[in-house]
């Protein structure tokens, strides 16, 4: 029997930039391909999970629990910071090993931040007043 209430509506869907994979990797991928936007990421946020899924040819889909979120750090270059876009970097915990998963190019950065840290704090957070132990 599922316990599990189902999940919400997503909170925040987005793509990773096209900018980020600058000017010459951009005219690389337009010459060779004709379609600069192969492989980028799409990621979804839930009030239970987040899920980053890349690839063209194998796709790739990722899973991490809100719960299991121990930090997250936004990562800027000054060309990044000046097209608006970073690297989403969330730590989670996987059973006794750490584990890091980055999300490249996301326009809004300090945006996705605060949207993974209310999510956070939604499902983390003890229900009710608090009780003190004496």
């Known amino acids: 029997m ?7 509506p ?6 990773e930039s096209k900018r980020s994979y600058g ?4 005219a690389v991928a337009f010459l060779l391909l004709g379609l600069p936007f192969l492989g980028r990421q799409r990621i979804t946020i839930t009030d239970q999970r ?12 990722d899973d991490i629990e809100i719960f299991r979120i121990r930090d997250v750090v936004v990562k ?9 876009i970073g690297d989403v970097v969330i730590k989670s915990m996987e059973g006794r090993s750490e584990e ?8 809004g950065p300090d945006a996705v931040s605060a949207v993974i840290r ?11 007043p608090a ?4």
Not at 2 to 8: L, M, Q, Y
Not at 76 to 84: A, D, F, I, P, T
Request: net charge positive; proline share 8%.
């Open 118 to 128: 209310n999510a956070w704090n939604a499902v983390a957070r003890p229900k009710g």
């Open 76 to 84: 800027q270059s000054l060309y990044h910071r000046m097209v608006g």
């Open 50 to 61: 987040i899920i980053i899924q890349q690839g063209f040819w194998t796709k790739t889909s």
């Open 23 to 26: 000017v010459v990797w951009g």
């Open 2 to 8: 599922n316990t599990t209430p189902p999940e919400s």
């Open 131 to 134: 009780t003190a132990l004496d």
């Open 10 to 15: 997503p909170l925040l869907l987005t793509y």
């Open 100 to 107: 890091l998963h980055v999300l490249k190019g996301v326009p």
